[in-house]
Structures are given as structure tokens and as C-alpha cells.
């Protein structure tokens, strides 16, 4: 079997990096590129024993199948196959069975190759964890590499700290050292190695999850979601007829739904040529549901969060999501269950009914969306020139109108060593030193003193009874002479104003620390030498208001405190507390 140019090239970065070092490693290939081939030719050239985990049975039986077509067949530890051997050259094994039976790898292994390795978390008492724990003791030495279509966790960020193309991942405790090869999704598509998606947002009818939000891990509380449903009038029996009208012309249709009772509903909808899978379903019925839906003897196959990964059934070619999602890894896996090459299938129809909104060919950017209007967007550092990607906005041009990120990603060189750019597009300034940190930082950089809490401060401060919280529902620019005012308005028609002279340059540079570069919409973008207040009014859709003000009594009326940005805590709300 002769691998595919990029699954070749991938097998020679693998090589390359463990031949220099023993940091662990990450493979970036999506879905439908062949992991699984990759995985057992470096199997076949490694010199000592490799053990394969991975977490779902089907991928387990895959991978293994894959090695024995490239060289002796692999020993397979998973109870739920009834295989347990562990004493081959290469074990494929399922990291549920194999954290319950530790002792059973003791005979040491020279690399451990994790598939879909975005599911690993850094919980020391994890099954991941605690198994790569015992095999280290075996062998301190033993190279680590992790495979996946989606590098990125909810709640953690990046899986890696460094990217071979001189992006900075995650640097506060990253699962693995460094990604050494990435292949976006178009090339396969251009090339003809995966099925063109078609994506479409909901084209009959089109549920709004907005109002819910999501936990840190991108989870969608399943009574919310249900009570949102309940009141989306006939929304899922329309959806559901216009799906069944297009799977008409189509092979195999994968539905995605929010929740078991939506599920179930969507089943009153169809005939008997529909199944439903849940996490509920016994694994018997679940393994003679998709075997049957494999072999086209039913063409609907309804699930609940279930099918995302380690599922292969290359004639689907209608893919709906009738589910929320914060997480783009999770988007992706979804939409691709359908691009697999088969028979007859030249394109797969994608719906998103749920708004999701996310670009399959863009879909990484390392944090989670702000909101439903973001898009990825790329902004140069004005410091190392780095061409950044970030959650923004951009406006009917496609020119940015706002962007969310907050410190570049470059990687520079700096006194003989890499590290990662200092330049901060969005900060928090230390009290003490003045140093400029994430916004979201509890302890300084440099100083290492602890950065107060916003929700603690304002509650000391509010306490006090002489100070007031403005929350701005609208921020008005005006010209007065030679002096410019800003205008804040809250919720209830109430107004502040804020007063900018400029005269001197050295006004105008208190201008730009004060309010340009603080009320920017792109930070890091250079704005233009502003002389008179017209020139910012100009410019007034450049700048975005603050969430909120902090005022005190004075004997003169409100005095500006402090400005508050970003903000997500408790006193977010429009009435004050």
C-alpha cells in the first residue's frame, strides 16, 4: 500500500522530530485523511513496540485492521471486542480497558501513538493520565504522539504550546510540546481524497439558541435547551419534513439532535426508515443499528452526541445538526461523518438548523466564538508582524470591523531563545508595576502580585455607597470648540459625559491613552494623527463602548474611575445591583 503524499509527509515530520527530541508530539490531519494509515506505517517502521490507544472500540478494530495491511498483525487489548494481548510488536488498545489492567503493560514500549488525542485531558487521575504515567516509569524515554482532525479543547485552548509554523498554542500547561504537521481540509477536498461539502444554514425553518449559553466546556444545559424547544413552535416538524424532502436524492442522512426528547420527536416525524441512537441504547442494539444503517438498510439514523467520532459509513451524504455547539472541534467532527469518499456520492449536503455559524474550512482559532456573529479574521501584530487569527467582525465587505484577540500568537526570537510575542492587544495593567497582562490574569507577569478581581473591587467600592456603576447601552462622540466629548448612556436614558481637550500635543497624546486605545474596536491597528475632535467623530465607528463605568461623587457631580471592557461577571446585567 503506498501512502498518499501528505500521509507520507507526515510519517517524515513524525520521524524527523522524535529523532531530535522527546517532547511530545501532535498530527493535525482531518477527518477522512487516512489517520489510521499514517498511524500504522509509523507502527511498521518503528524499531521497538508501539502501543495505539484510542477510545471507542470501532476506531480500536480500524486501526488495528490498518496496521495488519501494512505489517504482522497487531494485538488488540479491548473488552469490548473479548481481545486482550498485549505482548506484540504493535497493541492497538482501548484506554478504558487498558487503564483498568495497567499491570498488563509492563513490557516496555518505545512510542505510544494516542487517535483523536483532543480527547486527553491534563487530570492526573484520568485514564489517559494515569496509563501514560505507568508506561513512563517503564520507560522514561518513550516518545509520545497524539493524531486528530481538531487540536482544541473547550475550556483549555490549544492540545500544544508550539506549532511548527511559528504560532504560539497554549502556554499554560498544554497536553502535548509541539504540532509537527498540519493539513487543512480544502486540499484534500481540491485533490479529490474527501466528498465536497455543500453547507447551508437552516433553509425552512431555523431554531435560535442565543439565548442560552453555553458551560466553559461548551455544554448546553439539556433542560434549557428542551424549554427552547418546547416553545419553538412547529419548528422541528417543519425541519423535519423539509429534511425528509431532501433525503429523497440521497444515499444515507445522519440528524444531530439536541436532546433525547428532541430526538424522540424528530422520530414521530419519520417512517420506519429511521433508527435512534443514544447514550442510553445498549451497545448490542447500538452495533446492529449501525451496521444495518451501513449496509443502506435504513437511511435515517437519529443521535444524540453519540456518533461524532470513531464512525465511519462513507455513503452518508446528508449531514443535519439540530444542536447547539460552542465548540468548532465538535462542528467539525459532525459535518465530518459525511465526507468520506464512496460509490455515487459527489457532494454532502450540510444543514446547520441550529445557527452554529461556523466556517468548515476555517474552523480553529484557539478560543471560544464571543458570539453568533463572529467569523474568523486575520490581524497582523504591529510588533513582530505576525498574521494572527482571531474571532471578529467584519462588515459587508469583508473589511474588519472588530476583533476579540487579545495576545499575539507569534514566536520570536529574543536574546538566543523562542518565545512568544509580548505584544498585547487587549491587557490588564498591574497596579504595582504597571506591567500589562491578559485580561484575564489574577496574578502579574512580572511583579507577581495579585491582580484584584473586578467583581471583589466593585463590590468594595460599591459598598461605600459614594460610588456608582454606569452600564452604557450607547456611547455618543461630539465636538465642542476645540474639545471633544464623549457621551455614555445607560439603560434607564441616563447620560455621563467625559471631556477631551486638544489643544497641545500633549493632550492629544492623553486622548490616545485614554481613550482611543482603550475604546479601539481592532486593537493594534494605527490610527491616524488626529488634530481636532471632528477627525475622531469621523472615526467614531472605529471605537466600541465600555460595558460599564465606575463613577464617584464628587462635590462637583460624577468623576470618572475606571472603565471596564470585556467585562463577564456578576454586575453584567442591565439594572443595577
Given at each position: 500500500?503506498?501512502?498518499r503524499d501528505?500521509q507520507?509527509?507526515s ?10 527530541s522527546?517532547?511530545s508530539a ?6 477522512g485523511?487516512?489517520k489510521?494509515?499514517?498511524i500504522a506505517?509509523?507502527?511498521r517502521?518503528?524499531k ?6 484510542t477510545?471507542?472500540k ?8 490498518k496496521v495488519?495491511l501494512?505489517t504482522e498483525d497487531?494485538?488488540i487489548y ?5 481481545k486482550k494481548?498485549?505482548?506484540g ?12 489492567a495497567i499491570e ?11 487517535d483523536?488525542?483532543h480527547r ?17 516509569t517503564?520507560n522514561?524515554k518513550i516518545r509520545l504522539?497524539g493524531l486528530?482532525?481538531?487540536p ?9 504550546r508550539?506549532?511548527?509554523h511559528g504560532?504560539?498554542?497554549n502556554?499554560d500547561q498544554p497536553?502535548f510540546?509541539k504540532?509537527i504537521?498540519?493539513l487543512?481540509?480544502?486540499?484534500l477536498?481540491?485533490k479529490?481524497?474527501l466528498?465536497p461539502?455543500k453547507?447551508?444554514d437552516g ?6 439558541f442565543s ?6 466546556t461548551?455544554?448546553y444545559n439539556?433542560q434549557k ?6 416553545h419553538?413552535?412547529r419548528a422541528t416538524?417543519?425541519?423535519t419534513?423539509?429534511?425528509i424532502?431532501?433525503a429523497k436524492q440521497r444515499q444515507?442522512?445522519i ?5 433525547v426528547r428532541?430526538a424522540?420527536?424528530i422520530?414521530t416525524y419519520?417512517?420506519?426508515d429511521?433508527?435512534?441512537i443514544?447514550a442510553e441504547?445498549p ?10 444503517f ?5 437511511k435515517?439514523?437519529?443521535n444524540v452526541?453519540?456518533?461524532t467520532?470513531g464512525f465511519?459509513a462513507p ?9 447547539p455547539?460552542a465548540s468548532?472541534s465538535?462542528?467539525q467532527q459532525?459535518v465530518g ?8 456520492k459527489?457532494?454532502?449536503?450540510v ?8 466556517d468548515?474550512?476555517f ?5 471560544t466564538k464571543p458570539?453568533s456573529?463572529?467569523?474568523p479574521?486575520q490581524?497582523h501584530?504591529?510588533?513582530c508582524?505576525f ?11 469583508g473589511?474588519?470591523v472588530?476583533?476579540?484577540g487579545?495576545r499575539?500568537?507569534g ?9 512568544q510575542c509580548d505584544?498585547?492587544f ?20 512580572s511583579?507577581?502580585s495579585?491582580?484584584i478581581d473586578p467583581?471583589?473591587r ?7 455607597q ?18 471633544l466629548k464623549?457621551?455614555?448612556?445607560d439603560y ?5 459625559h467625559?471631556?477631551?481637550?486638544m ?11 485614554l481613550f482611543?486605545?482603550p475604546h479601539?474596536?481592532v486593537?493594534?491597528?494605527?490610527h ?5 475632535p471632528?477627525d475622531v467623530?469621523?472615526d467614531s ?6 460595558d460599564m463605568?465606575l463613577?464617584?461623587?464628587e462635590?462637583k457631580?460624577w468623576?470618572w474611575?475606571e472603565s471596564f471592557f ?7 446585567t442591565?439594572?443595577n445591583p
Amino acid at each position: 500500500m503506498k501512502l498518499r503524499d501528505y500521509q507520507q509527509h507526515s510519517v517524515d515530520a513524525a520521524i524527523t522530530h522524535f529523532k531530535s527530541s522527546t517532547d511530545s508530539a501532535v498530527i493535525v490531519l482531518p477527518t477522512g485523511a487516512g489517520k489510521s494509515i499514517v498511524i500504522a506505517e509509523l507502527a511498521r517502521i518503528a524499531k521497538g513496540r508501539v502501543l495505539i490507544l484510542t477510545h471507542v472500540k470501532e476506531l480500536v478494530e480500524q486501526n488495528a485492521e490498518k496496521v495488519g495491511l501494512l505489517t504482522e498483525d497487531a494485538d488488540i487489548y479491548s473488552a469490548g471486542l473479548n481481545k486482550k494481548q498485549t505482548q506484540g510488536k504493535t497493541v492497538v488498545a482501548s484506554v478504558q480497558s487498558a487503564s483498568r489492567a495497567i499491570e498488563k503493560f509492563d513490557t516496555p514500549f518505545s512510542l505510544v501513538i494516542i487517535d483523536e488525542c483532543h480527547r486527553v485531558s491534563l487530570d492526573e487521575n484520568s485514564q489517559y493520565q494515569q496509563l501514560l504515567s505507568h508506561l513512563k516509569t517503564i520507560n522514561p524515554k518513550i516518545r509520545l504522539l497524539g493524531l486528530t482532525a481538531t487540536p482544541y479543547r473547550l475550556g483549555c485552548g490549544w492540545i500544544y504550546r508550539h506549532h511548527y509554523h511559528g504560532k504560539m498554542g497554549n502556554d499554560d500547561q498544554p497536553i502535548f510540546e509541539k504540532c509537527i504537521f498540519e493539513l487543512p481540509l480544502r486540499p484534500l477536498i481540491k485533490k479529490g481524497f474527501l466528498t465536497p461539502p455543500k453547507v447551508l444554514d437552516g433553509v425552512s425553518a431555523q431554531y435560535d439558541f442565543s439565548s442560552i449559553q453555553p458551560s466553559e466546556t461548551g455544554e448546553y444545559n439539556q433542560q434549557k435547551v428542551d424549554n427552547l424547544l418546547n416553545h419553538a413552535g412547529r419548528a422541528t416538524k417543519a425541519i423535519t419534513n423539509q429534511i425528509i424532502e431532501l433525503a429523497k436524492q440521497r444515499q444515507g442522512v445522519i440528524i444531530f439532535a439536541s436532546t433525547v426528547r428532541h430526538a424522540q420527536e424528530i422520530m414521530t416525524y419519520l417512517d420506519d426508515d429511521s433508527v435512534l441512537i443514544t447514550a442510553e441504547t445498549p451497545q448490542a442494539d447500538r452495533d446492529q443499528y449501525i451496521s444495518a444503517f451501513k449496509q443502506k438498510q435504513f437511511k435515517f439514523l437519529v443521535n444524540v452526541a453519540v456518533l461524532t467520532t470513531g464512525f465511519d459509513a462513507p455513503h452518508v451524504d446528508f449531514i443535519a445538526i439540530l444542536r447547539p455547539t460552542a465548540s468548532v472541534s465538535l462542528f467539525q467532527q459532525m459535518v465530518g461523518r459525511g465526507l468520506r469518499l464512496a460509490d455515487g456520492k459527489e457532494e454532502c449536503l450540510v444543514i446547520d438548523y441550529a445557527a452554529n455559524g461556523y466556517d468548515l474550512y476555517f474552523p480553529e482559532v484557539g478560543q471560544t466564538k464571543p458570539n453568533s456573529k463572529s467569523v474568523p479574521v486575520q490581524v497582523h501584530c504591529p510588533v513582530c508582524q505576525f498574521a494572527n487569527t482571531f474571532w471578529g467582525i467584519t462588515d459587508a465587505d469583508g473589511d474588519l470591523v472588530e476583533h476579540y484577540g487579545r495576545r499575539c500568537q507569534g514566536i520570536v526570537e529574543h536574546n538566543g531563545h523562542t518565545q512568544q510575542c509580548d505584544f498585547r492587544f487587549r491587557s490588564k495593567s498591574c497596579p504595582d508595576c504597571g506591567e500589562e497582562n491578559d485580561i484575564a490574569a489574577r496574578v502579574c507577569q512580572s511583579c507577581n502580585s495579585t491582580l484584584i478581581d473586578p467583581d471583589k473591587r466593585l463590590k468594595q467600592v460599591l459598598s461605600q455607597q459614594h460610588h456608582h456603576l454606569f452600564k452604557c447601552q450607547d456611547m455618543l462622540l461630539h465636538a465642542e470648540n476645540s474639545t471633544l466629548k464623549v457621551q455614555y448612556i445607560d439603560y434607564e436614558g441616563n447620560d455621563f459625559h467625559r471631556y477631551f481637550k486638544m489643544e497641545t500635543p500633549a493632550q492629544i497624546r492623553a486622548l490616545f491613552a485614554l481613550f482611543v486605545h482603550p475604546h479601539t474596536k481592532v486593537p493594534g491597528t494605527q490610527h491616524p494623527k488626529y488634530k481636532k475632535p471632528q477627525d475622531v467623530i469621523n472615526d467614531s465607528s472605529k471605537f466600541r463602548k465600555p460595558d460599564m463605568l465606575l463613577l464617584k461623587k464628587e462635590k462637583k457631580g460624577w468623576q470618572w474611575i475606571e472603565s471596564f471592557f470585556d467585562y463577564k461577571g456578576r454586575y453584567q446585567t442591565e439594572s443595577n445591583p
